[in-house]
C-alpha cells in the first residue's frame, strides 16, 4: 500500500500527483470523494488522504462519523428480533437493523440452525451493501463454507469505540500501522482475554476474570478518547496493570 | 423509525456480574462521581455543566411583563427543558417523552416550589409590572445522570444572572441599560440540588451514584433527593420500581447532604473566580482610554 498522507478539508484543490494513474484500471474513489465533471475531484470530509496506487484507488479517512455498512466489512451486531428466514441486526444505535439469513451460520441447516435470542451479539461478515436496500450479513464464508471465527459471540462485554480505532484495531500490522500497542502490552503483562473488534465501532472483550475485561476495554477507550501514542498507551498499559495487582 | 438503544445481553450479564464483585464499568467505586466541569459564558446567567459525557448548558433571560392576575405581587419564574433530537434521535421536537416530563417536574420540584428565588423580588408595580425569569435548559449529550447534571445547571446559571437595574420615580418605571448602571443579582434564598441513587441487584442492595447511561438502563430503582447545604429536603422522588428499605433510604440522604455541600461549595468557588474574571480593577479602570497598546 502506498502510504502518502495528505489531510485535506472538504472542497480542498487534490495535487494531482496524489491521484493515481493506472494504464489499465479505473480510477475508483472510496468514502469521502466525490467526481465533479468533467474531471475534478473534490472530498467531501475532513481527514487523511490516502491513495493506494496498485488497485488505482483513493479515499478520505476520518474517525468519525456514522457507520455504514460496507461490503466484505467484519461487525459486531446486537440481534434485534427473529423473523422466519432472518434476524434483524442492529450494528449501531438508532439505524435499520441489517438482515442475517439463519442458514449463514456453519453447518447450519433447516433443522440445526443456531437460536439466538434477542440482545445476542454476533460477529459477522457484510455480505451485501446496496444503497438504498438493508445491509446483508453472513457468519460463514461463502466460498469455503466454514465460520473462519464468525458466529454468535457469547459472554463478556461489548464497548465503544470510535470509527478510527476500529479501523486502526483491525489493520493486519495494527501495531506497525495502526499505532496500537495497547493490547500486545497487555498481554505481554500476562493478562488472558479475548477480543472482538468491528467496524462498526464497537469492541468486545472476553475473560476469566471481570476485572480483566474492564481492565482492557478501559485501556483500549482511553487510547481511543485521549488519542494516545505508542509510547503513552505503554505507560497507560504499566498504570493498569499497577492497578490491577 | 429510529428506536431506543438497548443494551445487549452480553452487556446487562456482564454489568450485573461486575456489580456483584464491586466493580463498575468505568472502573469508579460505587459511591464515586464523575469528573465535573462547570463553567459560565461571556453573558451572564449562562452556565455549561459536564458530569463525564453529559453536557447541559442552561440560559437564563429576563423581560418585563404583566404579573398573574391572581398574583400581583409576583414575578413570573419559568424553567422550560428540551430534550431535543440532537442527544438521540429517538426524541422528538415538540413530542415530550417520558423522561423530559419528569425532568421538568423535578426541576419545577426542586427550584421553583422550594422558593429558591424569591419571586416577590421580581414584582416592579403590583399587579401591572413584573420581571419575568425564563430559564432555557438544553441537554446537548446525555449519558446518564441528567437530573443531577440539569439541575446544578440551572442553580448556577441562576446565581451568576444579573438582571438589569430598575428605578420607580413617581408613576415612572425606569429600566437601566448595563451601560448605565450595574446589572443586579437576583434574589437568591437557598441552592438546592439534585442527587440521584440508583440501585442494582434483585433487591436494590447494591447503590451507585451518578451513574452513566448504560446503568441506567439495567437499574432496578432509583431515588432523587433535592437537598440544599443546611439539610433541608426540597423533595424525593422514587417513580415505582423495586422497593426500598428504610434504613438504606436515610443512608442515601445522609450522601445527598454531603454532595450538596460539595456542590455548594464548588458553586460558590466557581462564581468567584467569574467574578474576579471580570472585574477590569474598578470603574475607573473602565473608564480609562489606556490599552496595551
New interface residues.
Given amino acids: 500500500m502506498a502510504s502518502e498522507a495528505v489531510f485535506v478539508l472538504p472542497g480542498d484543490q487534490i495535487d494531482p500527483s496524489l491521484i493515481p494513474s493506472h494504464p489499465k484500471k479505473a480510477l475508483r474513489l472510496g468514502p469521502g470523494l466525490r467526481h465533479v465533471p468533467p474531471n475534478d475531484i473534490l472530498p467531501t470530509l475532513a481527514g487523511q488522504l490516502i491513495t493506494d496506487r496498485q488497485k488505482n484507488a483513493i479515499r478520505v479517512e476520518n474517525a468519525g462519523g456514522r457507520y455504514q455498512p460496507r461490503a466484505g466489512e467484519l461487525v459486531i451486531g446486537t440481534v434485534h428480533h427473529s423473523a422466519a428466514e432472518v434476524y434483524y441486526v442492529n450494528l449501531s444505535d438508532y439505524t435499520t437493523p441489517a438482515l442475517l439469513p439463519q442458514l449463514s451460520f456453519e453447518g447450519a441447516t433447516k433443522k440445526t440452525r443456531p437460536v439466538l435470542a434477542a440482545g445476542a451479539l454476533v460477529y459477522a461478515r457484510v455480505a451485501l451493501a446496496n444503497k438504498h436496500m438493508d445491509a446483508e450479513l453472513e457468519c460463514v464464508s461463502s466460498s469455503t463454507g466454514k465460520s473462519e471465527g464468525l458466529g454468535p459471540l457469547t459472554g463478556g462485554m461489548l464497548f465503544s469505540i470510535s470509527l478510527g480505532m476500529a479501523r486502526r484495531l483491525m489493520m493486519p500490522k495494527s501495531v506497525l500501522e495502526g499505532k496500537i500497542a495497547v493490547l500486545e502490552e497487555l498481554a505481554s503483562a500476562g493478562l488472558q482475554f479475548e477480543t472482538a473488534a468491528g467496524r462498526n465501532g464497537k469492541f468486545w472483550v472476553d475473560s476469566e476474570s471481570v476485572k480483566t475485561v474492564i481492565a482492557v476495554g478501559r485501556a483500549v477507550q482511553e487510547t481511543d478518547e485521549k488519542r494516545l501514542d505508542v509510547d503513552a498507551q505503554k505507560k497507560l498499559v504499566r498504570k493498569v496493570i499497577k492497578e490491577l495487582s | 423509525m429510529?428506536?431506543e438503544?438497548?443494551?445487549?445481553?452480553?452487556?446487562?450479564?456482564?454489568?450485573t456480574?461486575?456489580l456483584e464483585?464491586g466493580?463498575r464499568?468505568?472502573?469508579r467505586k460505587f459511591d464515586q462521581f464523575r469528573s465535573l466541569e462547570l463553567t459560565f459564558g461571556d453573558e451572564y446567567g449562562v452556565a455549561e455543566v459536564k458530569f463525564g459525557k453529559t453536557r447541559v448548558l442552561a440560559k437564563v433571560s429576563a423581560e418585563v411583563t404583566v404579573p398573574y392576575t391572581d398574583r400581583p405581587f409576583d414575578g413570573v419564574f419559568t424553567i422550560t427543558s428540551e430534550l431535543s433530537p440532537m442527544i438521540?434521535?429517538?426524541y422528538e421536537v415538540n413530542r415530550p417523552s417520558m423522561e423530559e416530563v419528569l425532568l421538568s417536574r423535578l426541576l419545577e420540584k426542586t427550584i421553583r416550589r422550594s422558593g429558591a428565588l424569591d419571586t416577590e423580588s421580581l414584582c416592579l408595580i403590583a399587579g401591572q409590572k413584573c420581571w419575568s425569569i425564563r430559564v432555557d435548559l438544553h441537554v446537548l449529550t446525555h449519558d446518564g445522570n441528567l437530573t443531577d447534571c440539569a439541575c446544578l445547571a440551572v442553580v448556577a446559571a441562576l446565581r451568576h444572572f444579573r438582571k438589569p437595574d430598575s428605578s420607580i420615580e413617581g408613576e415612572t418605571l425606569t429600566i437601566y441599560t448595563s451601560a448605565e448602571r450595574e446589572p443586579v443579582p437576583l434574589s437568591w434564598l437557598h441552592s438546592p440540588f439534585c442527587v440521584t441513587f440508583s440501585f442494582f441487584g434483585e433487591e436494590g442492595e447494591q447503590i451507585l451514584v451518578d451513574t452513566t447511561w448504560l446503568e441506567e438502563q439495567l437499574r432496578v430503582s432509583t431515588c432523587t433527593y433535592s437537598i440544599n447545604k443546611h439539610g433541608e429536603l426540597c423533595q424525593i422522588a422514587k417513580f415505582g420500581g423495586a422497593a426500598l428499605d428504610a434504613p438504606l433510604f436515610i443512608q442515601c440522604a445522609t450522601g445527598a447532604l454531603n454532595r450538596s455541600k460539595e456542590l455548594t461549595d464548588l458553586v460558590e468557588r466557581k462564581l468567584a473566580d467569574d467574578a474576579k474574571r471580570r472585574d477590569k480593577g474598578g470603574f475607573m479602570a473602565e473608564l480609562t482610554a489606556e490599552n496595551d497598546r
Avoid at chain 2, 5 to 15: I, N, W
Wanted: net charge negative.
Fill in positions: 429510529p428506536r438503544a438497548e443494551p445487549s445481553l452480553s452487556e446487562r450479564t456482564f454489568v456480574q461486575a464483585e466493580l464499568v468505568d472502573g438521540a434521535p429517538s
